[in-house]
């Protein structure tokens, strides 16, 4: 049974993540999405932050040329399932999900332009 409410697009994106992990830890971690919606990403990594945790992630969008990285994703979420290894699972990573779109934005690499964060307004 599909559990999903929005429609996920198979991406490989490179991520970064950091979240904090007690008195004045923080700690980072690097994969690739396997896949992402307008609310969420599933990020392959053997770096595995705790479930119910809150992170920042930072997805690089790759061009359409292939050549770098044109933008950005950025914001806050959290992490909801840690698929962790065991003969079951192939794949190692986890899923995270924001609850307010206004949490995510979007930004251009190389300045060429920026983007309002997901559901913002756009003043012409």
């Known amino acids: 049974m599909e559990l999903r409410k929005g429609i ?26 396997r896949d992402i919606s307008v609310q969420g990403a599933f990020i392959l990594t053997a770096t595995m932050p705790p479930p119910n945790c809150p992170i920042h992630v930072d997805l690089l969008l790759p061009s359409l040329s292939g050549m770098q ?13 840690v698929q962790d290894p065991s003969a ?11 609850d307010d779109l206004n949490q995510w934005g979007l930004t ?10 997901f559901g913002a307004a756009r003043a012409n």
């Open 8 to 33: 996920r697009y198979r991406l490989d994106a490179e991520a970064v993540f950091t979240w904090e992990g007690g008195p004045h830890r923080k700690f980072q971690g690097e994969g690739v999405t």
């Open 69 to 81: 990285s044109l933008v950005r994703i950025s914001g806050r979420a959290r992490v909801i399932r």
């Open 88 to 98: 079951s699972a192939r794949t190692l990573g986890f899923a995270v999900v924001t």
């Open 108 to 117: 251009g690499m190389q300045g060429e332009f920026e983007v309002p964060a």
